[in-house]
């Protein structure tokens, strides 16, 4: 079963505060952690970015505007650049890597990971679902230019494609860092996650399509969501000892 860290072979009862807190069978382990983790970006920097994008707070705006102004222009002068983008945005857009996740729920199917497999659909199913559900409880606009970059549809807080990177990126962390062996394998999936989430919500504010306070909130919820949902899920490990049934006597 994949794991998010390794197992260490003490008990809970002889580690440090630390260790405690990242032990899968500790009562107050990591199942609780990632719990609190997910509250935490919900309930702090994203729910206060969204009261400050619905009260139209002015300094939010003005940075808002300003770094939208600033990359479009930069887009604008420079189309090679712009067109990387755009062809950026569209591979690794929401739909995409849903099919990819979709293709990886499969793979894991086949080799009998089913619970990892689970958590990856129910992962990408609860993000979907919540982007849209907010955008409609924000109702912030798409930013209005002159001469965009590129043309999207719908409402804007928080970025589709910034959440759906997120939680790609997620998922790749937990299903392949515990198999990538070496510590070279480990940084190039910790990179090929942060390119995936980072390059696809910058891309959105590169084209003109979304402000990057929209693209910040995609990035939390989809952190959110990832953490909340590996709480959920027992992905890191298979049944714990204490609950596994005894031999029967012979």
């Known amino acids: 079963m994949t794991s998010l860290g390794p197992r260490t072979l003490h008990p809970p009862s002889r580690l440090s505060w630390r260790e405690r807190r990242l032990h899968p069978d500790h009562a107050r382990g990591l199942r609780l952690t990632l719990a609190l983790t997910a509250a935490f970006l919900v309930l702090v920097p994203f729910t206060l970015l969204a009261l400050l994008v619905l009260s139209s707070w002015a300094p939010l705006r003005r940075l808002d505007g300003a770094v939208t102004e600033a990359l479009v222009g930069y887009g604008l002068d ?109 940084y190039a999936v910790c990179a090929g996650a942060l390119v995936l989430a980072g390059v696809t919500g910058f891309s959105r504010v590169a084209l003109g399509v979304h402000w990057a306070s929209d693209v910040v909130a995609g990035w939390l919820l989809g952190a959110a969501v990832v953490t909340a949902t590996a709480a959920a899920f027992t992905v890191w490990r298979a049944v714990p000892p204490a609950a596994a049934p005894e031999p029967p006597a012979r």
């Open 78 to 186: 420079h189309p090679a650049w712009a067109g990387t983008m755009s062809v950026w945005t569209d591979v690794f857009g929401p739909m995409p890597l849903r099919v990819g996740a979709l293709v990886l729920v499969l793979w894991l199917l086949r080799i009998g990971a089913r619970q990892l497999a689970l958590w990856v659909a129910t992962t990408m199913t609860v993000g979907g679902v919540l982007g849209p559900l907010l955008k409609l409880l924000v109702g912030r606009p798409r930013p209005d230019l002159p001469e965009p970059l590129a043309q999207a549809v719908g409402l804007a807080f928080p970025s589709g494609h910034a959440l759906n990177a997120a939680l790609a990126a997620g998922v790749l962390l937990v299903v392949f860092l515990p198999a990538a062996g070496r510590p070279g394998g480990r």
